[in-house]
Nanobody, 116 residues
């Protein structure tokens, strides 16, 4: 089992920045991909950004050039630096990890609210 604990959400004005962190613990040796998803009220959960253990990254078009995902493998932690935030970025952000057997794990979520 893998446990994921997120931190760093909050309230910020449009144009501001936030940095989310997600620390993994437990059976982490098999983790390959880590990433972030978000879910706004009334919407489905959507991919924000992912990062593989090999260093490949993938971003949703809506956040490209504004958000940056990074990993510290020594700390088993993934980060999401969010700049130039917009009100439409308001959502609960969930950390996700996927192991080598493609089993997904989820954090409890952290609220990000961007005021206009």
């Amino acid at each position: 089992q893998v446990q994921l604990v997120e931190s760093g959400g909050g309230l910020v004005q449009a144009g501001g920045s936030l940095r989310l962190s997600c620390a993994a613990s437990g059976s982490i040796f098999g983790i390959n991909t880590m990433g972030w998803y978000r879910q706004a009220p009334g919407n489905q959960r959507e991919l924000v950004a992912t990062s593989t253990s090999g260093g490949s990254t993938n971003y949703a078009d809506s956040v490209k050039d504004r958000f940056t995902i990074s990993r510290d493998n020594a700390k088993n932690t993934v980060y999401l630096q969010m700049n130039s935030l917009k009100p439409e970025d308001t959502a609960v952000y969930y950390c996700n990890a996927e192991d080598l057997w493609l089993r997904p794990y989820w954090g409890q979520g952290t609220q990000v609210t961007v005021s206009s």
